[in-house]
Each structure stands twice: as C-alpha cells, then as structure tokens.
C-alpha cells in the first residue's frame, strides 16, 4: 500500500515522539485517533520495535512487549534509577514481585479481567506482599529451585532479600530509601509505580491503578504469552493452601459438634 509522503512523516513524527518519550497527550492522541493511516503507520512502526499502542484517557502509549525491545527498562536503569548503589539482581527481582502483587491485589483472582477494588493502603500492600513471600517458603527448597529454572526468577533470592529487611513491624513512622528496610523498599515500589504511571496516590498511603495499568493488565497481563505462568506459580499454590485450611477447619468443626 503506498502512502502520501505527508501521511508518512504526520505518523513518523508522532512515533518520534512516542518512542522519546513514551506517550503522547491529548492533542497528539487525537491525530492518532482521527486518521486510519497515520494510526496504521504508527502502530506498524511500534510492531518493528516489539511494542504496541494503547491509549487511556486522554494519552497515547507505547508499551514494549518483549524484553528485547529497545524501549524495555533495563534492569541496570532500574537499579541506578530506584535501587540503591549496590543493589543487586534479588533486589530487582523483589522489586517485580512487589509490583505484581500489587497488581494482583485489585483483581480476585489471577483469571480476572475486572478490578474489585478502589484502592490499596501502603500497609495493606506491604502485608500482602509478605503473604506471598511467605507462600514461596512453603515450597518444599528443591522444588522451588525447579521452578526457578522453569521461570527464570530466583525466588530463593527474593526470601533471602525480604527476610535479610527490618521487620514488618517497623516502629519508624517515615522510611527513605536510604534505609534498608521494608518499608522503605515498599516506598521504592510505590516511585517506581507513580513514575510509569501505573498508579496514582489517592489518599494519605493509598495507592489504586491507573487506566493505563487496567488496560495493560486486560490485554497483557493475564496473557499466559507475557506473564509465562508467573502469576498462576504465585497465586494457584496459595489457593490450594487455603482450600485444604479451609476444608480441615470443616471437618474439625464438624467433629466438634
């Protein structure tokens, strides 16, 4: 199909600017919007560079797919950006970790495709996130080490690094992150957040998704293609756990009487 030059350059120019950036406002998403073949132009530039456009509420995105897409966030960005000066990968992967839980926290399964909840307060999150670490150590150390071949997530690392922080039940009622601590990696997750505009600050300590995050989790996240099994891995074994809890309290209670 051959294009008008001006098309071409009209869908280049907003590419540019997606791919600087990696979004777009208003005025920009509506070009986008009003003409098929700049927006047919622009969404087989961002395929050439594994990545694809979205947009959510007033913004255009360009979200990488794969890992090696050029506008993938490096793992070394994120340890100079977020991390502390000699961090290394377990604090990436518990990084990853916090953002899938708090992800999880607004959907009531790892199937669903809707949120169930407003908003999530830090604290709440923080438990949360202890809760599954706490799942992973249920795992019996060599079957979880066959499952960290199977995803290539070093989730011993990730109890080690979690485990080696302050209690949860820190007395500090402000953390930075110059202390290591898990509030204070938790108030690291909530920038990282904040920053690629996943979430947004509702409240004093309350964080809830954005449109943009909705998005990406309806189209991708649950995607078995993106997630790997990751989130299944993290959420089936605890429901299973919770079942058998639950059906033994049944029986237990059923004696009693």
């Known amino acids: 199909m051959a294009y008008d030059n001006e098309v071409v350059m009209r869908a280049f120019r907003l590419y540019a600017e997606l791919s600087l950036d990696g979004f777009v406002d208003k005025e920009r998403l509506q070009e986008y919007m009003a003409d098929d073949e700049v927006r047919g132009l622009v969404d087989q530039f961002a395929r050439e560079v594994d990545c694809v456009t979205l947009s959510a509420g007033s913004q255009l995105y360009m979200i990488p797919l794969v890992r090696l897409s050029p506008f993938h966030v490096t793992n070394d960005y994120l340890k100079k950006t977020y991390l502390r000066a000699q961090a290394v990968n377990a604090d990436l ?3 990853y970790l916090t953002v899938i839980v708090f992800v999880g926290a607004f959907y009531d399964s790892y199937q669903s495709m809707e949120p169930t909840r407003n908003f ?3 604290d709440e999150w923080t438990v949360l996130v202890h809760e599954r670490i706490d799942t992973l150590k249920e795992h019996d150390p060599e079957e979880l080490k066959a499952y960290e071949r199977e995803f290539s997530y070093n989730w011993t690392a990730i109890v080690e690094k979690w485990d080696s922080m302050d209690d949860i039940k820190e007395t500090a009622k402000r953390q930075t992150g110059n202390t290591i601590s898990r509030l204070s990696f938790m108030d690291t997750a909530r920038r990282f957040l904040l920053d690629t ?10 964080l809830t998704l954005t449109e943009k995050a909705s998005i990406v989790v309806q189209r991708y996240y649950m995607e078995l293609e993106y997630n ?8 089936r074994f605890a429901d299973e756990k919770k079942a058998v809890r639950e ?3 049944e029986v237990e209670h059923a004696v009693d009487q």
């Open 120 to 122: 999530i307060p830090m």
């Open 228 to 235: 790997r099994g990751i989130l299944q891995f993290l959420y």
């Open 93 to 95: 992967y518990l990084l």
């Open 197 to 206: 505009q996943l979430a947004e600050e509702v409240g004093a300590g309350e």
């Open 247 to 249: 059906q033994k309290e």
